[in-house]
């Protein structure tokens, strides 16, 4: 069985250590940052290179902070997210859903909406990713890009198993098959932005274009 292709991967590859209900996990505001600075600062760099400046920019699986260059202004930023504090006291959202993407995947826009999207340090935490990504391509504006970053830094009782199983580069490729296999996808880009001397967070990127 491959493990990096979620189109053979069975129901328990997506099962987590901690089952309750994820309200309850978040239900406490977290005001933390869960990768170091250099890496959010390799984030901040990949919206630079991949947003469009006056854009409107979707930020699924948001918090108190969307790590966007503090230069560039937006026409909007919306957040979906699960705490309501959280989002609230995030400056660049312009709006805000609360809303369990693993209860409901199905994203309240209407389609072709958004100029980009962003999923930072959370895709790992998808129990139906695939089914996210088919949304988050309906939501987006044709060639509009999704960046998608994360690193070896986690919530180790709310990760899917197969999280846990792969090392980091089997986890980029599985983030590339969840893109392949949601389809409405192009020009998907596994990177690689760790620091150079490999201290600190590593931080990797999947970055594919809406077809």
């Not at 990713?129 to 960046?147: S, T």
Request: aromatic share 10%.
């Amino acid at each position: 069985m491959d493990e990096s292709n979620p189109a053979t991967l069975p129901p328990e590859a997506f099962r987590r250590y901690d089952e309750s209900p994820d309200e309850v996990f978040y239900r406490t505001p977290r005001f933390v940052t869960h990768i170091d600075d250099g890496a959010i600062t390799a984030v901040t760099q990949l919206y630079r290179e991949f947003f469009p400046a006056d854009g409107a920019i979707l930020d699924l699986m948001s918090s108190w902070i969307s790590h966007l260059p503090e230069e560039t202004a937006y026409r909007e930023v919306v957040g979906l997210g699960m705490n309501r504090e959280e989002l609230a006291a995030n400056p660049r959202l312009s709006e805000f859903v609360v809303q369990n993407l693993n209860d409901d995947p199905t994203l309240p826009f209407a389609g072709d909406r958004f100029d980009a999207a962003a999923i930072c340090v959370s895709v790992d935490y998808l129990t139906d990713p695939v089914a996210v990504l088919q949304e988050a391509a309906r939501v987006l504006k044709p060639n509009a890009p999704i960046v998608i970053t994360f690193s070896n830094r986690c919530f180790p009782t709310k990760a899917v198993a197969v999280w846990h199983s792969l090392d980091d580069a089997g986890r980029v490729q599985l983030v590339a098959h969840y893109l392949e296999s949601a389809g409405g996808w192009t020009d998907i880009q596994t990177l690689d932005r760790s620091p150079a001397n490999r201290r600190g967070d590593p931080l990797f990127a999947v970055v594919a274009r809406r077809a």
